[in-house]
């Protein structure tokens, strides 16, 4: 028992650790348990044209309910990492983009979809015949398929990872560095790279237009290297504005779309299509 002067603050330190160790554990559990009945889903987040508006692909987001309440991937991903879950949660993923994408290219037309990749997926030394075998299952063509890789995973373990990322582009895949600005990025690693999208972080979108620093410096950096550019987190008609003119290639934000469910996004893809189809025969 607690003694009654300061006691009080080390019991309720302990119970606080207490609890927090076991929402942990129950998060845990409930996690694995979905991971078995693959009870996840994917939403759809559209990139678009930032001169045009056209469609141009959309980004895979997984989400996960706990008794039919939404969890977010910033607190259940980790999870998922440190247990290893993320290697099952991780293939599931991969197999819903590339079966969602090779459908749509056969009922409306070919668009890509990207999919978020974490270390310890990269770091597994069978990674890139997941992605081949993925592929070819669901008879999917490369090109439909864009990884994900935040910088800092990247950038850590760069020698490591290379051979998995020269094999992934070896296939044909896009890869995309998600969150660019945000780690420590070596220029002479970069530029060795097979790399083809920079994905500009949030942080520096929401700072468009007053603060373009680093927006404008990766746009440059990608232009000289020959990388497209993503802006992520496209809020306004202003950040909109600015990143078009300064010559970024594709967006994505709450501004053109919040990430939708397949259906919505099969939507989003037959009248793109049907728009070309339209000008076409029009
Ligand atoms: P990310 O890959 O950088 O994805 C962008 C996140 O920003 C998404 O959050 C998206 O919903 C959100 N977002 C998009 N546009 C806007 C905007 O205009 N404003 C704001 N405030 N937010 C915007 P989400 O879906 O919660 O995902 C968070 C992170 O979780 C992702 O960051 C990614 O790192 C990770 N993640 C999501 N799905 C997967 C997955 O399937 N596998 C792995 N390994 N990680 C995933
Ligand atoms: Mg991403
Ligand atoms: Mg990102
Ligand atoms: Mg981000």
Redesign the pocket.
């Known amino acids: 028992a607690a003694k009654a002067d300061g006691g009080d603050g080390f019991v309720f330190y302990t119970r606080e650790m207490t609890e927090r160790a076991m929402a942990r554990l129950r998060l845990e559990a409930s996690l694995r348990a979905a991971t078995e009945r693959r009870d996840f889903e994917?939403?759809y987040?559209p990139k678009i044209d930032a001169a045009t508006g056209a469609l141009t692909g959309f980004?895979?987001?997984?989400?996960w309910r706990l008794d039919g309440m939404p969890v977010?991937?910033?607190e259940f991903?980790p999870v998922?990492?440190d247990t290893g879950l993320?290697l099952d949660?991780?293939a599931w993923?991969l197999e819903e983009a590339c079966r969602t994408a090779s459908r749509w290219a056969l009922d409306h037309g070919p668009l890509p979809i990207a999919?978020?990749?974490?270390a310890r997926?990269l770091a597994d030394s069978s990674f890139a015949d997941l992605v081949e075998s993925t592929l070819r299952r669901n008879g999917t063509a490369p090109e439909l398929l864009e990884i994900?890789i935040?910088e800092t995973v990247i950038m850590k373990n760069v020698l490591h990872h290379l051979p998995t990322l020269n094999r992934l582009r070896g296939l044909g895949v896009r890869i995309a560095i998600?969150?660019f600005g945000t780690g420590y990025s070596s220029l002479a690693y970069l530029r060795q790279l097979p790399v083809d999208v920079l994905?500009i972080?949030?942080s520096f979108?929401t700072d468009l237009p007053h603060a373009p620093d680093i927006a404008s410096t990766v746009i440059a950096l990608a232009q000289r290297l020959k990388l497209s550019t993503v802006a992520?987190?496209?809020?306004t008609l202003e950040q909109r504005r600015w990143l078009a003119e300064a010559g970024c290639d594709r967006l994505?934000?709450?501004?053109i779309s919040?990430?939708v469910s397949a259906d919505a996004a099969e939507a989003m893809v037959m009248a793109a299509f049907a728009r070309q189809d339209m000008a076409l025969t029009g």
Do not use: C, F, W
């Open positions: 994917l939403a987040q980004e895979a987001l997984l989400r977010s991937p910033m991903i998922a990492e993320i949660i991780g993923v999919v978020n990749v974490s997926q994900e935040t998600d969150d994905k972080d949030r979108v992520e987190g496209v809020e994505q934000g709450y501004l919040r990430p």
